[in-house]
């Protein structure tokens, strides 16, 4: 018998099986090199470069590789396959260190990842995906808005596209991480908008206009890097966190991590040092972020939207594995005094924490509301009421911690409307804890015995004096002994008080979230 050809054991591919495979080919950024090679030069990387660095290797399901533009009646096929690849959004389903998740990734390679008719179709047939499969998202939101051109498919306003709605919809239902590295304008600015938290790269842009809107508008030429620079969207808090470039798949991969589950691989950092963290006296400011980063397990905070309204710290991180929102005055900015736009990120980020069941610890030092006619133009009463209505509605735990002054309806604000609303209520010695700010209690409650003194000097010595007794009088020990609050405590106990409270959260059921939608204010 004739030797058999080396190979003889393998059959042959089908033809259609090689036509898919072929075709399959056309997809891949290896068909394109031109292309990806002009998005490297520009400080970019491909849609699927993105989907690749964010999953585990071999995990992604893709939807739609196939697609091309609605646009064969003026172009060729070859080049709709050629030029048009995914209709411009890549996407599926995938994990990241094993947890299910969906990602999608607007293609920048095609078209300046611009929308087109048949991308919304694939966005939309996966958005329902996420939806029954509550799937937490990560999309990649770069691109240039709605594209004109899809003539294979019959419009005129195009108003009946359901993306935006679908993709709002899924608010409180599964969290959403949109990560925008690019120019980013329109409906794709949109997409970055209603996700629940973003990530933004000094190459971001983004604005519900790009350049050729606002020059149609009659606004003028606007370069796109100028439309809405990232230093623009993190003073303004539309961005949580801003990285650089390199950072941007790291970044949403760290934030996505916080709703996928305990982490039981934690490790705690001396707590002794808390016990020193807070500065004696009212006068002297100090870095909350370190007393957080100190309280939560190493290496696993999260500061969000730090250069909007600072004088309120937000962040995410875990205790003893477990997610945990924090919430902090931070004394540095404006005396850590509760403005009209802190109102509105103290509030928004309790609706995230209530959706997804993060319990929340409030570590609270602030003299109060921001008072003062410029304070009201902005709003203050409706703004910062905002921060009541979300802390009364929290149905996830709430543990308050005074550090230093619990002053006012901002320190109620800060501790859910209540003393007595968090779940656990504590206060570290040398707080103190009032109706107003001491001095101004003093000041308004003895106004007429203070006019009545005729010498400045001797009248503001008097208030020293009186609010020095004040301040005896109003210590977290006073306000323990007639139980305003439930215990005064030894700073270094207090990751240990909070990680036992989530344990009692957790066995009643009680960090599981509402799913009910979080606020884009």
Known sequence: ???QPADASTPPIRADLLEVLARRALTQDAARPEAVARQHARGGTSAREKVGALVDEGSFVEYGRFVTAAQSDKRERDDLLDRTVADGIVGGLATIEGHQVAVLSYDYLVMAGTQGMRGHRKTDRLLDVIERLRLPTVFFAAGGGGRPGDTDI?????????????????????????????????????????????????????????????????????????????????????????????????????????????????????????RDAVPEGERTSYDVEAI???????????????????????????????????????????????????????????????AFGFGVVSLVDTPGMMVGPDAERTGLVRHTSRLLVAGARLGVPLVGVVLR?????????????????????????????????????????????????????????????????????STALEVARVFEIDDVVDPAETRGLVARVLDAADAGGRLTGSGLPVDTW
């Open 154 to 274: 019959p419009l005129v306003s195009a108003l009946d596209v359901t993306t935006f709605a679908a993709w709002a919809r899924l608010s409180g239902r599964v969290p959403r991480i949109a990560v925008v590295d690019d120019n980013c304008f329109a409906g794709n600015a949109v997409i970055a908008g209603c996700a629940d938290l973003v990530v933004a790269t000094p190459r971001a842009s983004l604005g519900m206009g790009g350049p050729a809107m606002i020059a149609g508008g009659g606004l003028g030429e606007v370069a796109a890097e100028a439309v809405g620079p990232l230093e623009v969207m993190t003073a303004n808090g539309v961005v949580d966190v801003a990285v650089d470039d390199e950072d941007a798949v790291d970044a949403a991969r760290a934030l996505i991590g916080y709703f996928l589950g305990r982490d039981d691989s934690w490790s705690a950092a001396d707590q002794a040092p808390l």
């Open 1 to 3: 018998m004739p030797d």
């Open 405 to 473: 002054r619990g002053y006012g309806l901002g320190a109620q604000a800060m501790l859910g409307g209540s003393t007595h609303e968090p779940v656990l209520t504590l206060a570290w010695p040398g707080a103190h804890l009032g109706a107003m700010g001491l001095e101004g209690a003093v000041r308004l409650s003895m106004r007429r015995e203070l006019e009545a003194i005729a010498d400045d000097e001797e009248r503001e010595r008097t208030v020293r004096e009186l609010t020095a007794y004040a301040q005896a009088s």
């Open 292 to 354: 957080v980063e100190t309280i939560a397990d190493e290496g696993t905070l999260t500061v969000l939207r730090p250069g909007f309204a600072p004088e309120l710290l937000t962040a995410l991180g875990r205790v003893e594995g477990r997610t945990v929102g924090f919430l902090a005055n931070d004394t540095r900015h404006l005396a850590g005094a509760i403005t009209a736009d802190a109102g509105d990120k103290a509030a928004r980020f309790l609706q995230l924490c209530d």
